[in-house]
């Protein structure tokens, strides 16, 4: 298995613009979870799906946000309009179902917001 | 709510040297406890975990870790830092009361001097 995948790796925009971020989780894994990294706050929970639906979406900064999951295999984090705070380390782990909870995290996305 | 500390922000220890990253936690009762590795640019990866049973965990890499109930503590440990292990760790923990959702600590930056 590639393991999680995730795209862009790096993405420079501009404050305003939209932006999109992709992941594709392990096959077979049923829950999702997307993170953001800085230096300031850490690791945080930004959201988490079990089965494609959102179970908690507690840790979304803003209403600028927003993630969707379409099917197994696909799942977007959304960002608009997009401003300079919003310039982390974007993560997206997924997870078999069960207390065995064993994350297995992609690369992330580097989104730079000018 | 359950909760996870790493006191200590960055560990700088000699290459051949033992190695202790602390972890501390706050729950009640038994929490499944991870510890996990993020190298520049990369996306974590687990190191061990501890579920129940034996109190000393073995993982990859070389690395063990002790749960220590008495002390609500999970230390990371490893007998001789190779440079090769200069990364950020991360302690982390979930609990039923989280809904088996792992909270990660702010983690430990190892610089490993040759």
């Known amino acids: 298995d590639a393991g999680v995948i995730q795209s862009p790796r790096h993405e420079v925009t501009e404050m305003g613009q939209e932006v999109t971020l992709r992941c594709k989780p392990i096959s077979g894994h049923n829950s999702l979870f997307w993170y953001r990294q800085t230096m300031m706050r850490g690791l945080e929970l930004l959201i988490y799906f079990n089965n494609n639906v959102p179970i908690d979406d507690s840790g979304m900064p803003e209403d600028r946000f927003s993630a969707k999951m379409p099917n197994a295999s696909f799942s977007t984090l959304k960002i608009q309009p997009s401003e300079p705070r919003d310039s982390a380390v974007y993560f997206c782990?997924?997870?078999?179902?069960?207390?065995?909870?064993?994350?297995?995290f992609g690369p992330g996305t580097r989104l730079t917001v000018l | 709510a359950q909760s996870v500390t790493q006191p200590d922000i960055h560990i700088t220890v000699s290459e051949g040297a033992s190695l202790e990253l602390r972890c501390n936690y706050s729950y009640g009762a038994t929490p499944y406890l991870f510890w996990y590795v993020q190298s520049p640019g990369q996306g974590l990866q687990l190191l061990l975990k501890?579920?129940?049973?034996?109190?000393l965990v073995q993982g990859i890499k070389g690395f063990e870790a002790e749960f220590k109930r008495s002390q609500s503590s999970f230390n990371l440990r490893k007998p001789s830092v190779h440079w090769s292990d200069a990364a950020e760790y991360f302690c982390a923990v979930a609990t039923s009361g989280g809904s088996y959702i792992p909270t990660f600590g702010r983690g430990t930056s190892l610089i490993v001097h040759p």
């Open positions: 501890y579920f129940s049973g034996d109190t």
């Open positions: 782990a997924s997870v078999t179902s069960g207390v065995n909870n064993e994350q297995f």
